[in-house]
């Protein structure tokens, strides 16, 4: 079935320095791929998402790349704000059904 | 998008007991899921809610341990029997409302902590 291994677990910056977080899917009929933020107290928030008919996808200040050759997907925060704190979810899914099989998280820290 | 309410948001319960979470969701949806996060932990499917028929549990969670019920497109409920420590998790709701897409939205979830 499908894995997705996300990297790296913790992750520290400096507030208005950028964030990378990776992630890698197992199987290639994923084709869905969203990442999502969870505040502490709270479910987890889609904060952005892209399909496998598209190599980059931008937000304003949030990014999320992909690469289905490596399989490889990357989400970009530039000019982190310490609200950007928290954990972040990447996530895969794919066609015939719903289900989304999710990474392992990191947890974002971004120091004042 | 649907707006997600849980109930108990969080309870302390002790071992052996059952407990019962509901999810209220203000709009009619195509699909209901309870996932299971423990403790600093990703999130794990438990089940898909089916309305008017049993929940289809993932691998490692059965139906006597996590009864499920659905009885309409706007409500669902999640059991958890005979409950142990290990059983200490957030449980979160999620549903998809469009079929033409797999965006799913969560519940704020319920926090069990078993004694």
């Known amino acids: 079935g499908e894995n997705v291994e996300q990297h790296p677990s913790t992750l520290s910056v400096q507030e208005g320095d950028s964030a990378v977080i990776k992630c890698t899917y197992s199987?290639?009929?994923?084709?869905?791929f969203p990442w999502y933020k969870q505040e502490l107290g709270k479910g987890p928030q889609l904060i952005i998402d892209i399909r496998s008919n598209v190599g980059e996808k931008k937000d304003q200040r949030i990014a999320v790349t992909l690469n289905k050759t490596a399989k490889h997907f990357s989400l970009h925060i530039t000019e982190t704000q310490p609200e950007d704190s928290a954990v972040y979810f990447c996530a895969a899914s794919g066609t015939g059904g719903f289900k989304t099989i999710f990474g392992a998280g990191t947890r974002l820290f971004v120091k004042a | 998008s649907a707006v997600i309410s849980q109930k108990p948001s969080r309870d302390i319960c002790q071992r052996g007991t059952s407990l019962t979470i509901q999810c209220q969701v203000d709009s009619q949806v195509t699909m209901m899921f309870w996932y299971r996060q423990q403790p600093g932990q990703s999130l794990t499917l438990i089940a898909t809610?089916?309305?008017?028929?049993?929940?289809?549990?993932e691998s490692g969670f059965v139906i006597d341990k996590f009864p499920i019920s659905r009885p309409n497109l706007t409500f669902s409920t999640l059991t958890v029997s005979n409950m142990s420590p290990e059983d200490s998790s957030i449980y979160l709701c999620?549903?998809?409302?469009?079929?033409?897409?797999?965006?799913?939205?969560f519940g704020a979830g319920s926090r069990l902590t078993v004694l």
């Open positions: 809610a089916n309305q008017g028929s049993e929940a289809t549990y």
């Open positions: 199987d290639s009929a994923s084709n869905y």
């Open positions: 999620s549903v998809v409302i469009s079929s033409g897409a797999n965006v799913l939205t």
